[in-house]
């Protein structure tokens, strides 16, 4: 202390020979600071920095000094550049830096021990220190590879770099040196000049660069050129760093017990203490009371769960729940308890690490983890030294393009985080709930934008369209369907429409209520809450209760709506009503609702879907025959619909007319399909089902009004085709031969479906059947088996057409990469290249689609597809090499001489998996990106593919013990349950 007193009360001496020493002490201040800062906020590139704060400064004081005409004598006299206090040469006050031989620091050191130089009895006193120092310094290795780490934005194996450092360490030694490890702030201002963390190149240009220093001896001779600003300049910005990083920005990354510990040993007790060593000793162990304290329980081992265990409470559709239960394996969820140190972090990266390691090894990239979650809602505490390694996290799930989510429930960690960046480029959210539902949300955003994707295909998206009206005007409430058209309801109940923070429910509310859009949060007895979403019912068990289905008391207390919302009401008067005098409906609406409460349990989980098993060959749609045949033959027949569907549609018609009023506006009768449609979780927008409307011909007169006949004919070309008058009685005598032998009832009617030659392998046969029984007596007659007919027709029609355009998105491929490797010009346009495989193939194989206006007026028009257009029946989809050598050979004729460009031949060409689509396929066709064509592909496959590894590709085996590089694809009856099911 009496050294400082006496060196500061100096500073203010006035001395005639020397400058100033607050002079050079006020510009290194400001020079290291302006420096730090304009380093720290970035606000000039490195190399710019250099240039800028070194050689600009350095240049302007000489400037300043030639043209004062001091010497350099005169400026080392009165402190303007370090001196030494002799030279060896004869000065002995003020002197310069001389030329020093590299083996003369070797010959002090080693010189010493053989003079006899050395204190030996002070050795011992140094020990200590000796022992201290090598600690220390271990510890500030290990402290610059985090930084270093965190700085540069890569990984680093700590144990490789701390022993090179060590090893680095004692050769340097050795040879009189100093520790030799790297240094942050030197690496990140090299990463800034050389752009890249990956490349040796600039280290070795700097390791030469300060060998050659080293062995030329030239270093004083620099020092001596350089004023004592500018080095005092560079020590205020390595000190300045220190200070602000490591002490004030410390305190948002340690406890307040860290916080005094870093402060307050150095400054306040080691002048106390004997020696340094003590307050080293004493740090560590006040640290590992903290560390006590802080981990008072035992914490669990970090633990990995994947979406098909993990639900969040919102309680959605039924088909928004399939489609989350097929992407179950696209989002995972990491869960860490009690407090975090750098051990469990560490081991929480680890595992990560392992987790995407075993998906790049066992899986497609369309297959692998899309989000992740971490669920550190339970943790207590995180020392300052884990959250490093969540920079690795955060930056390792980067590179990987994983979509980042944290849960963090403790306001001081979330408050840690954000103030170190670490939700910057992630999502976060106070509970693990909240995130869980954000997820399924982007999933099933993402799964619809990449649906709408096959919509580009104008066949596909007016067979897309098709669906989405069929769903709306189904009448089927057959029980082994969960799902059945809203439309059904609207007799018994009432639509409200209800704005944000409306309350609604309590315990002597039995209504039944279904959210149309929006959002409710429900409210329950025991204190939790869940969120509704569209197409889902609520306040279901106070129903169900008090019609004695369940028993207890209902959970429901209350709900308030969180989004504007309109929705459903069914009184229990109506239910009960509706029970008497629709049961088949009152049966389907009960089933949904236990279904309902059996699928959002707490705890639940979302069942996978189930895959076709790949061992037993499927089954493949079988060719139409026989009478069915026949009726493709003419359209002369007028098929009616039942009487129960036009009592059910003559129903849904006047509850969408306003009182009083014959006919329903068109953009009414718009409004009204497209609420129907998000009900049911279609995703087009209002404009679009205006579109859409518009464009089907349903307005025959174009007066901007909807009759009751226009729409009763515009659903029965929606449902119905008609048939040729000559098989009428053909028909009639098989159905009456069907009826003596046993009751008309949904067994026998399929029976007969099947011998009359029509495929009963479609997923639409329980459409038909649900409709033409829609009444559940189990009886059909002669109307209703007519009915089931003009459905049949019109459902093999319709599944022609999107065999067509499978073949299409299919044949255009195919050619691309033919006519590539045959050195051909490019391949015809889309417009025309249909056109021309078509003329190689037999007008009986299929059809060109026709243009989306004709195809959707005709077919709402109960054309669809004119009948005269098939006056033959479609033969089933050709064979690999029949279909494609047809076609291809008409267009690349030098084909069929198998001269083809390239190892493949022509037979091995069409081999390629030619009667399925895969992701190459799409990325022709549809012009996507390979990523988003393998995800389409994933999502409409639904054959199982097992995983395995062989030597370092990833390969898929099947039963019979084949393995081959492993790519998923999909055949024309996943294409078609494709648009049916995500419809």
């Known amino acids: 202390f009496s050294f400082k007193e006496k060196y500061v009360k100096n500073l203010g001496l006035d001395y005639w020979h ?325 051990g469990t972090a560490n081991t929480l990266y680890q595992q990560l690490k392992a987790h995407i390691s075993e998906q790049k090894e066992s899986k497609p990239r369309a297959e692998r983890t899309k989000y992740l979650i971490f669920d550190l809602t339970e943790v207590t505490g995180i020392d300052s030294s884990a959250r490093d390694v969540f920079y690795k996290v955060h930056r390792l799930l980067k590179s990987e393009g994983i979509s980042l989510v944290w849960a963090i429930r403790n306001p001081q960690v979330g408050e840690s985080f954000d103030d170190q960046g670490l939700y910057v480029g992630a999502t976060h959210f106070d509970s693990l709930d909240h995130a869980l539902r954000h997820v399924e949300d982007e999933l099933l955003r993402k799964a619809h934008n990449l649906s709408q994707k096959w919509l580009k295909n104008g066949s596909v998206r007016e067979i897309f369209e098709r669906q989405v009206l069929k769903n709306i005007f189904n009448i089927s409430v057959r029980a082994e369907e969960k799902n059945f058209s809203p439309s059904r309801l609207q007799p018994w109940s009432k639509i409200s429409t209800l704005s944000i923070g409306t309350q609604f429910g309590g315990a002597d509310d039995d209504n039944l209520y279904l959210l149309y859009s929006g959002e409710v949060r429900v409210h329950e007895r025991d204190g939790s809450h869940f969120d509704c979403l569209t197409g889902s019912f609520f306040n279901l068990d106070n129903v169900l209760v008090s019609i004695g289905v369940l028993s207890g008391l209902p959970s429901t207390v209350s709900a308030v709506v969180t989004k504007e919302s309109a929705i459903l009401a069914i009184s229990k008067k109506n239910y009960l009503l509706m029970q008497k005098q629709d049961p088949p409906l009152a049966q389907k609406l009960q089933h949904t609702l236990l279904a309902q409460q059996e699928a959002n349990r707490p705890g639940r989980t979302r069942a996978r879907v189930p895959y076709r098993d790949s061992s037993v060959a499927s089954e493949e749609p079988v060719a139409i025959h026989g009478l069915a045949k026949r009726l493709l033959q003419g359209n002369d027949y007028k098929i ?84 040729p008058s000559t098989e009428v009685e053909a028909l009639r005598q098989a159905y009456e031969k069907a009826a003596a032998l046993a009751p008309m009832d949904d067994t026998r009617l399929e029976l007969l479906f099947k011998e009359l030659g029509f495929d009963m392998n479609s997923s639409n046969l329980a459409d038909v059947i649900g409709v033409i029984d829609a009444d559940c007596d189990g009886m059909v007659d002669f109307n209703e088996f007519m009915t089931g007919i003009g459905m049949m027709k019109k459902m093999t029609l319709l599944s022609t057409q999107l065999a067509s355009a499978f073949r299409q998105y299919k044949n255009f491929a195919m050619l691309k990469r033919c006519s590539t490797r045959s050195g051909n010009q490019a391949p015809p346009s889309r417009k025309n290249l249909f056109s021309l495989s078509l003329h190689a193939i037999s007008d009986r194989e299929f059809k060109a689609v026709p243009s989306r206006k004709s195809l959707v007026s005709s077919s709402l028009h109960a054309m669809s597809i004119s009948d005269s257009e098939h006056q033959s029946a479609p033969a089933p989809a050709p064979r690999r090499r029949s279909f494609l050598s047809s076609s291809l050979h008409a267009i690349i004729p030098n084909m069929s001489s198998g001269q083809l460009n390239g190892p493949q031949t022509q037979d091995e060409v069409f081999d390629e998996g030619c009667d399925e689509l895969d992701a190459s396929d799409l990325m022709a066709f549809l012009k996507v990106e390979r990523e988003e064509a393998e995800e389409m592909v994933f999502l409409a496959d639904q054959d199982e593919v097992k995983m395995v590894k062989k030597k370092d590709s990833v390969v898929h085996s099947t039963s019979t013990g084949e393995s081959e590089k492993c790519y998923r694809s999909i055949d024309s009856a996943e294409f078609q349950q494709l648009i049916r099911t995500w419809s």
């Open 18 to 342: 020397r400058n100033d020493p607050w002079l050079p002490l006020f510009l290194a201040l400001v020079y290291g600071i302006a420096l730090y800062a304009f380093k720290h906020l970035h606000i000039v590139s490195a190399d710019k920095l250099i240039l800028g704060f070194i050689f600009v400064p350095l240049i302007l004081f000489f400037i300043v000094i030639t043209a004062s005409g001091a010497s350099m004598e005169y400026l080392r006299e009165t402190g303007w550049f370090l001196t030494q206090a002799r030279d060896g040469q004869g000065c002995v006050e003020n002197c310069a830096f001389v030329y020093v031989d590299f083996w003369q620091t070797l010959q002090v050191t080693y010189g010493g021990i053989a003079s006899n130089l050395v204190a030996w009895s002070a050795v011992p006193r140094c020990i200590p220190l000796f022992v201290m120092g090598a600690v220390m310094t271990s510890l500030d290795n290990m402290l610059k590879l985090t930084s270093s780490e965190k700085g540069l934005g890569i990984d680093l194996n700590y144990n490789h770099e701390i022993k090179l450092g060590g090893k680095a360490t004692i050769f340097s030694s050795f040879l009189a040196g100093s520790p030799a490890y790297g240094q942050t702030k030197f690496n990140v201002i090299n990463l800034s000049i050389a752009g890249t963390s990956e490349s040796f190149l600039p280290t070795l240009h700097l390791g030469c660069l300060c060998m050659l220093l080293f062995l030329s001896g030239v270093a004083g001779n620099i020092i001596n050129i350089m004023p004592r600003f500018l080095l005092g300049g560079l020590c205020v910005f390595s000190g300045v760093g220190f200070l602000y990083e490591n002490l004030w920005e410390g305190r948002k990354k340690m406890s307040r017990a860290s916080f005094a510990i870093v402060w307050n040993l150095p400054k306040d007790v080691q002048p106390m203490v004997p020696g340094l060593l003590v307050v080293f000793v004493l740090g560590i162990v006040l640290s590992v009371f903290e560390f006590m304290f802080a981990f008072m329980h035992k914490a669990k081992d970090p633990s990995i769960r994947g979406g098909d265990v993990c639900c969040s409470s919102a309680v959605r559709s039924d088909k928004h729940d399939k489609q989350l239960a097929i992407m179950a394996g696209w989002f995972h969820v990491f869960k860490v308890d009690s407090f975090i140190f750098f």
């Open 640 to 723: 009616s619909l039942t009487k129960k569907q036009i009592a059910r549609f003559s129903e849904v018609f006047e509850l969408i007319l306003e009182p009083g009023e014959n006919e329903i506006p068109m953009n009414i009768f718009s409004s009204y399909v497209s609420m129907e449609a998000r009900l049911l979780g279609s995703a087009f927008s209002h404009e679009e089902f205006m579109e859409l409307i518009d464009g089907s011909g349903i307005d025959e007169d174009g007066d901007g009004s909807l009759t009751k006949d226009e729409f009763l004919t515009f659903l029965r070309g929606l449902f119905l085709s008609d048939i």
